[in-house]
C-alpha cells in the first residue's frame, strides 16, 4: 500500500491500492473476460490499520446479454456475489458499497460468460 502526499500524479492501473491522506483508490484498467463463469482477479490489496469505506464498480465494453459475474473477497471470504446480464439496465454497473476492517487482504474478481471483452473495475474510498 503506496501513502502519497496530496500533489500526487495519477500514473496508471494495477491491482494495488494507493492511499492519498485520507482517501484511497485502486483502478484495474483493462483487462479481458474469459468468456467463463470463473472470476478472474482484477483488484487485490491488503489495507493499512484503520477503517475504510470503499465504493466499487464493474464496468464491461459490450451491451450484449452475456451473464456478468463480480465476487469481492475480505480475509479469503466472500462477502459479495452477484451475477447479472445486460438485459435488466438496473444491474449494469451496479455500485457495491462496503466497509472494510483494518489489516484486510482484498480481492476483487469479475468475468463474463459468453465472451472476451475488456473490463474494469474501479474503488474510491475514505479511510476514518
Do not use: W
Amino acid at each position: 500500500m503506496a501513502k502519497l502526499g496530496s500533489n500526487t500524479q495519477f500514473t496508471g492501473a494495477g491491482k494495488g491500492l494507493t492511499v492519498i491522506d485520507n482517501h484511497c483508490y485502486a483502478y484495474s484498467g483493462s483487462i479481458t473476460s474469459t468468456d467463463s463463469t470463473t472470476p478472474i482477479t482484477f483488484l487485490h490489496y491488503t489495507t493499512g490499520k484503520t477503517l475504510q469505506k470503499h465504493v466499487f464498480q464493474m464496468y464491461d465494453e459490450t451491451i450484449l446479454t452475456h451473464q456478468r459475474i463480480i465476487q469481492i473477497k475480505i480475509n479469503g471470504v466472500t462477502v459479495l456475489k452477484s451475477n447479472y446480464d445486460s438485459t435488466d439496465s438496473a444491474f449494469h454497473n451496479e455500485i457495491y458499497m462496503l466497509l472494510i476492517p483494518p489489516l484486510s487482504d482484498v480481492e476483487v474478481l469479475a468475468n463474463i460468460n459468453g465472451g472476451n471483452y475488456p473490463m474494469y473495475i474501479s474503488m474510491t474510498g475514505r479511510i476514518y
